[in-house]
């Protein structure tokens, strides 16, 4: 039996708040103290989703680990956070491009209001996930505080279609999304500061999902030493500086020796990292990591 979404007057995410009805009359150091004391509440909200959040992430890695990729579908705010997650993943991290990607309702360059008219259009959601060529090795992530928004929807159907793992990351219990996804994530932070503006609290607690989404998955692929990031991009003056740094931090080395090393290794942290702990030369470093699976740890224990 198929359930009808609620109504969009039924959704915690559209209640009004017992504290909101004189926001107007207070002052605005009482604003900036409500506001901050109700964002407080966002963390708990998580962490009492962590099992799904880890069983999601045990899910994704999976699919990453035999050459997948990480999608993120999402529209208006949702999926301006969800983009910003996805464009960070290549710099922190080194994944390949297009590894870990979003799909946008109206287009990354589209004027705002221009995506947020796009969020209706179920029909763009599947057409862009198939353009997009998604299928069984893939993860795809939709966003949508209300667990109803069309685009996000149709993009999910599209993906479940094709075979992909599907996870609905969603702010309000039994929703439409949630019920077309395998996995879902449920994180209900309660009315807004401003009723229905789910930019605030609800995104608040996508941007530390998706966070832990991308920063876990990376972690179990073997992209960190310790809580060091030892693949970063280094394309800018701040960047090489911090590899410098890591490589100095994870090895003990002196300023010298972790130049050398990275000489060697090209530039690449993860190389020059085991060529100092293992006692090896950039070449062997480099086929340590390649039979290790990219794993500084277990290159260094072969």
């Given at each position: 039996m198929?359930?009808e979404p609620?109504?969009?007057?039924?959704?915690?995410?559209?209640a009004?708040?017992?504290?909101?009805?004189?926001?107007?009359l207070?002052?605005?150091?009482?604003l900036?103290?409500?506001?901050?004391?109700?964002?407080a509440?966002v963390?708990a909200?998580v962490?009492?989703?962590?099992?799904?959040?880890?069983?999601?992430?045990?899910?994704i890695?999976?699919?990453?680990?035999r050459?997948?990729?990480?999608?993120?579908v999402g529209?208006?705010?949702s999926?301006?956070i969800a983009?910003?997650?996805a464009?960070?993943?290549?710099?922190?991290?080194?994944?390949?491009p297009?590894?870990?990607?979003?799909?946008l309702a109206g287009g990354l360059?589209?004027?705002?209001?221009?995506?947020e008219?796009?969020?209706d259009?179920?029909?763009?959601?599947?057409?862009e996930?198939?353009?997009?060529g998604?299928?069984?090795?893939?993860?795809?992530v939709?966003?949508?505080?209300?667990?109803?928004t069309?685009y996000?929807?149709?993009?999910?159907?599209?993906?479940?279609?094709?075979?992909?793992l599907t996870?609905?990351?969603?702010?309000?219990?039994?929703s439409?999304?949630?019920r077309?996804a395998?996995?879902?994530?449920?994180v209900?932070v309660g009315?807004e500061?401003l009723?229905g503006?789910?930019?605030l609290?609800?995104g608040?607690a996508?941007?530390?999902v998706?966070?832990t989404?991308?920063t876990?998955?990376?972690i179990?692929?073997?992209?960190?030493?310790?809580d060091?990031?030892?693949?970063?991009?280094?394309?800018?003056?701040?960047l090489?500086?911090?590899?410098r740094?890591?490589?100095?931090?994870?090895?003990?080395?002196s300023?010298?020796?972790?130049d050398?090393?990275l000489?060697?290794?090209q530039g690449?942290?993860?190389?020059?990292?085991?060529?100092?702990?293992a006692?090896v030369?950039?070449?062997a470093?480099?086929?340590?990591l390649a039979?290790?699976?990219?794993?500084?740890?277990?290159?260094?224990?072969r």
């Open positions: 198929v359930t609620k109504a969009l007057d039924e959704l915690v995410t559209e009004r708040a017992a504290t909101g009805a004189d926001h107007d207070r002052s605005t150091d009482e900036v103290e409500l506001m901050n004391r109700q964002d509440g963390p909200a962490d009492a989703a962590r099992p799904q959040v880890a069983a999601a992430i045990e899910a890695v999976a699919r990453l680990a050459g997948g990729r990480l999608i993120y529209a208006g705010s999926g301006r983009a910003l997650d464009a960070e993943c290549e710099s922190t991290f080194s994944t390949e297009g590894q870990v990607v979003a799909l360059a589209a004027a705002p209001a221009e995506q008219a796009a969020e259009d179920a029909e763009a959601g599947a057409s996930t198939a353009a997009l998604v299928g069984e090795a893939d993860a795809v939709g966003v949508s505080a209300s667990g109803r069309p996000v929807l149709g993009a999910l159907r599209a993906a479940a279609d094709a075979g992909a996870v609905a990351l969603v702010s309000v219990p039994d439409e999304l949630a077309l395998d996995q879902e994530i449920v209900v009315p500061f009723a503006s789910t930019r609290k609800a608040t996508q941007k530390l998706l966070n989404i991308s876990v998955s990376m179990r692929l073997g992209k960190t030493y310790g060091l990031m030892v693949d970063v991009h280094a394309t800018n003056e701040k090489r500086e911090r590899v740094r890591i490589v100095r931090q994870a090895t003990g080395a300023e010298d020796e972790a050398h090393a000489e060697e290794a690449s942290a993860k190389v020059a990292i085991v060529s100092l702990l006692g030369d950039a070449e470093a480099r086929a340590r039979e290790a699976g990219g794993s500084i740890r277990n290159a260094v224990s």
